[in-house]
T-cell receptor, first 115, second 113 residues
Framework: KAGVTQTPRYLIKTRGQQVTLSCSPISGHRSVSWYQQTPGQGLQFLFEYFSETQRNKGNFPGRFSGRQFSNSRSEMNVSTLELGDSALYLC??????????????FGSGTRLTVV | GQQLNQSPQSMFIQEGEDVSMNCTSSSIFNTWLWYKQDPGEGPVLLIALYKAGELTSNGRLTAQFGITRKDSFLNISASIPSDVGIYFCAGRRSNFGNEKLTFGTGTRLTIIP
């Protein structure tokens, strides 16, 4: 069974640009969550999507956005990049049945460097 | 953003030693998870705990869900080189589908030759 696939693995962008990261969840998993990992702040929750709807959002500025497609694949977008956005962005997929989340499987992440 | 307090921050041990780390929170969590992260990879789930007081093992790893629901502990027995990495605790307030994970600050484990 294929795991969570994140693309690209590495990305270098310039301040002010925008970036789109992609996540393909495990087949059958309909919930996708995104986390930002930095040395200073650790792992912080960005947002969660289920059936193309954002159901939960962390404390990040509006420059951070996401969406989910009908096949459960998700993308996150960061506009007007800042140096502080340099981080490892992790996607996690979950099997959700009814109201219950049966745990998260993380992808290998996208390492974004803003210069 | 919020992070759980995890200690120790780093550990330097010899192969074969036992390891203990813990995670504390000022608020209650109904699920505690322990993850290991290797360089350049995402966290991998080691143990999940769903009930206060629960003690669960996964091979040489044993974790406990504190009875106050505000802490959790992870023990690794007879450490081996592949145990090197960063260990994170994570708490979740409910098992509802949209509930986020709150992560600990991490414990970096190094094995001294």
């Amino acid at each position: 069974k294929a795991g969570v696939t994140q693309t690209p693995r590495y990305l270098i962008k310039t301040r002010g640009q925008q970036v789109t990261l992609s996540c393909s969840p495990i087949s059958g998993h309909r919930s996708v969550s995104w986390y930002q990992q930095t040395p200073g702040q650790g792992l912080q929750f960005l947002f969660e999507y289920f059936s193309e709807t954002q159901r939960n959002k962390g404390n990040f500025p509006g420059r951070f956005s996401g969406r989910q497609f009908s096949n459960s694949r998700s993308e996150m977008n960061v506009s007007t990049l800042e140096l502080g956005d340099s981080a490892l962005y992790l996607c996690a997929s979950s099997l959700v049945s009814g109201a219950t989340n049966y745990g998260y499987t993380f992808g290998s992440g996208t390492r974004l460097t803003v210069v | 953003g919020q992070q759980l307090n995890q200690s120790p921050q780093s550990m330097f041990i010899q192969e074969g030693e036992d390891v203990s780390m813990n995670c504390t929170s000022s608020s209650i969590f109904n699920t505690w998870l322990w993850y290991k992260q290797d360089p350049g990879e995402g966290p991998v789930l080691l143990i999940a705990l769903y009930k206060a007081g629960e003690l669960t093992s996964n091979g040489r790893l044993t974790a406990q869900f504190g009875i106050t629901r505000k802490d959790s502990f992870l023990n690794i027995s007879a450490s081996i080189p592949s145990d090197v990495g960063i260990y994170f605790c994570a708490g979740r307030r409910s098992n509802f589908g949209n509930e986020k994970l709150t992560f600990g600050t991490g414990t970096r484990l190094t094995i001294i030759p």
